[in-house]
T-cell receptor, first 123, second 117 residues
Framework: EAQVTQNPRYLITVTGKKLTVTCSQNMNHEYMSWYRQDPGLGLRQIYYSMNVEVTDKGDVPEGYKVSRKEKRNFPLILESPSPNQTSLYFC??????????????????????FGNGTRLTVT | AQKITQTQPGMFVQEKEAVTLDCTYDTSDPSYGLFWYKQPSSGEMIFLIYQGSYDQQNATEGRYSLNFQKARKSANLVISASQLGDSAMYFCAMSVVRNTGFQKLVFGTGTRLLVSP
């Protein structure tokens, strides 16, 4: 089954204790991204990766690290978590984002596939 | 800066009726894509529909259609014949091209839809 797998689903930790949220996709997707979801703010992009060894900051990268050593994996690392990083985190992947000029009939139309989310609480 | 605005925090609709969820966007890019995602209470994000800025016709997927009005910069989602299972949070999103040439997806704050029997 084609899917994006995040682990763990729930995590409670304390301030300053390093943690890693894993993300793996089995669809051979080039593009992967991490988002955090907070009430009233929608989803905000943390980091993204266009391919192996190619990563870049999103809108809210502070306090996070990522790596893309293999195409299928894109872990999110919190070196020193703080309470303001308490959130619902989503990993997502796609072949690549659809280019608007190619339209819905294009073979490049590839919506983001999301993992089931990781609910992180930092106390 | 690119932005998605969803002005309806919550919407109510009766089963079998149609409902429109509003979405306006702001971008200076001539090319962009618009998406709608559904998030049930279980939390997963489900892709519903996509509209490209150059698409001549409004996108449709089963009971979902996207009312794309380019001049008004709106991309409203229309759900026909609502079902109880449509109760969820709905997010509008736009793909934008960064200075680096890479694309990203910008999300709105969401609209919670409640379908009543």
């Amino acid at each position: 089954e084609a899917q994006v797998t995040q682990n763990p689903r729930y995590l409670i930790t304390v301030t300053g204790k390093k943690l890693t949220v894993t993300c793996s996709q089995n669809m051979n997707h080039e593009y992967m991204s991490w988002y955090r979801q907070d009430p009233g703010l929608g989803l905000r992009q943390i980091y993204y990766s266009m391919n192996v060894e190619v990563t870049d900051k999103g809108d809210v990268p502070e306090g996070y690290k990522v790596s893309r050593k293999e195409k299928r994996n894109f872990p999110l690392i919190l070196e020193s978590p703080s309470p303001n990083q308490t959130s619902l985190y989503f990993c997502a992947s796609s072949f690549h984002l659809p280019t608007p000029w190619q339209g819905v009939e294009s073979s490049y139309n590839s919506p983001l596939h999301f993992g089931n989310g990781t609910r992180l609480t930092v106390t | 800066a690119q932005k998605i605005t969803q002005t309806q925090p919550g919407m109510f609709v009766q089963e079998k009726e149609a409902v429109t969820l509003d979405c306006t966007y702001d971008t200076s890019d001539p090319s962009y894509g618009l998406f709608w995602y559904k998030q049930p209470s279980s939390g997963e994000m489900i892709f519903l529909i996509y509209q490209g800025s150059y698409d001549q016709q409004n996108a449709t997927e089963g009971r979902y259609s996207l009312n794309f009005q380019k001049a008004r910069k709106s991309a409203n989602l229309v759900i026909s014949a609502s079902q109880l299972g449509d109760s969820a949070m709905y997010f509008c999103a736009m793909s934008v091209v960064r200075n680096t040439g890479f694309q990203k997806l910008v999300f709105g704050t969401g609209t919670r839809l409640l379908v009543s029997p």
